[in-house]
């Protein structure tokens, strides 16, 4: 049983003279522990899928199909109804999720001050104590409680917003480029210390990056998407090794190995394509090397492969 089953998830930005679809019928399912990288270009929808998940949308957005959690569907639901899933059971950390801490007060003062919003009957010693407990976990030392926000690294800040994201034992931690503003080695340490952690803590991690690299490090399984469209779901190992979808093998090849200096790097011609018009057949047809005359007037449906993998491609063969 999934813990997230999203089905034919749209959304659709309207603004003045145009509606932007960034999420275009996307079906995925989330099981428990697992640990699922979103990838995709830049503008891909990546960001809207997941803000779908909590409506953290703003009001333009309108948001049809189905997000379950737990058996009961999140779409349509205020933000005010959602209040009780966020933070205890679903969990967003940001890439400027540590913008949203105050320059002018400490550290652990500030996380104390939201574990004491769930948390009502909790004693002031309680929430210092819990703070000081999270520190520990995303490898702070308990100094950084008596700190304010300026006197932190941008990593040692980024591990603030982590513990803030895991305060009330979330079952999902959602990171939205959350490592990607930081030196390599610091992200690639931070990813280490989540892994450790959700083995520990039992979380449900979903990555969302343009970094195939941090998939491959942190991931268990991924999600491609393009144009807001999720063109391939597989098993990390599977997928990294040998892609069958033309744009998730381009999106690898953009990618430097460090291990094989003698790689050639080849970017994907041409760019996104304007969502706010509809296009017929596969969306990634008109960038697609291989793409034939059914690929401009059909849309390619999903493809069964080994292992629960699946690739939308008019090409492929399926099992
Ligand atoms: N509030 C909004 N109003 C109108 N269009 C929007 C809005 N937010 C996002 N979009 C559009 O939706 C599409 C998907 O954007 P999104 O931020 O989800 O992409 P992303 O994959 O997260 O990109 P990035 O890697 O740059 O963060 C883009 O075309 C973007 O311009
Ligand atoms: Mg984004």
Redesign the pocket.
């Known amino acids: 049983m999934p813990v997230l089953s999203i089905r034919n998830l749209n ?1 659709t ?3 003045e003279n145009k509606a ?4 275009n019928n996307v079906s995925l399912d989330i099981e428990e522990n697992d640990t699922i990288g ?1 990838v ?12 779908a998940i909590l409506n953290l ?2 009001n ?2 309108k948001v049809d199909g189905e997000i379950c959690y737990k058996h009961e569907n999140l779409v349509g639901k205020s933000p005010e109804q959602l209040k009780y899933l966020r933070w205890t059971e679903v969990a967003v950390v940001f ?1 400027k999720s540590m913008n949203a801490l105050s320059p002018v007060h400490k550290i652990g003062n500030q996380l104390a001050d939201v574990y004491l919003l769930h948390e009502k009957n909790a004693t002031v010693e309680e929430a210092k104590t819990r703070i000081i407990e999270l520190l520990k976990v995303v490898n702070l030392p308990e100094r950084v409680y008596n700190l304010y926000p300026h006197e932190l690294s941008g990593g040692m800040m980024q591990r603030v917003s982590i513990a803030l994201g895991l305060i009330h034992n979330p079952e999902v931690l959602i990171l ?2 959350a490592t990607t503003a930081l030196d390599v080695v610091t992200e690639r340490q931070i990813l280490e210390e989540l892994k450790e952690l959700e083995e520990r803590l039992k979380i449900t991690r979903i990555m ?3 970094d195939m690299s941090v998939v491959a490090t942190a991931c268990k399984k991924v999600a491609v ?1 393009y ?2 469209h999720i063109v391939e779901v597989g098993l990390v190992e599977d997928v990294l090794s040998a892609p069958k979808h033309p744009y998730t093998k381009g999106l690898i090849n953009s990618f430097a190995s460090a291990s094989n200096k003698n790689k050639d790097i080849h970017g994907i011609p041409g760019s ?1 394509p304007d ?1 706010s018009q509809e296009h017929k057949g596969c969306i990634f047809a008109p960038r697609c090397s291989i793409s034939s005359d059914i690929c401009f007037k059909e849309k390619p449906s999903n493809k069964m492969f080994d292992n629960n993998r699946t690739a939308a491609c008019h090409m492929l063969g399926g099992d």
């Open positions: 959304v930005f309207k603004t932007v679809k960034a999420v979103i995709g270009e830049s503008g891909s929808g990546k960001s809207t899928l997941a803000m949308l703003p333009s957005a890439q939205d480029e969302i990056t343009h998407m144009a807001g996104l969502l």
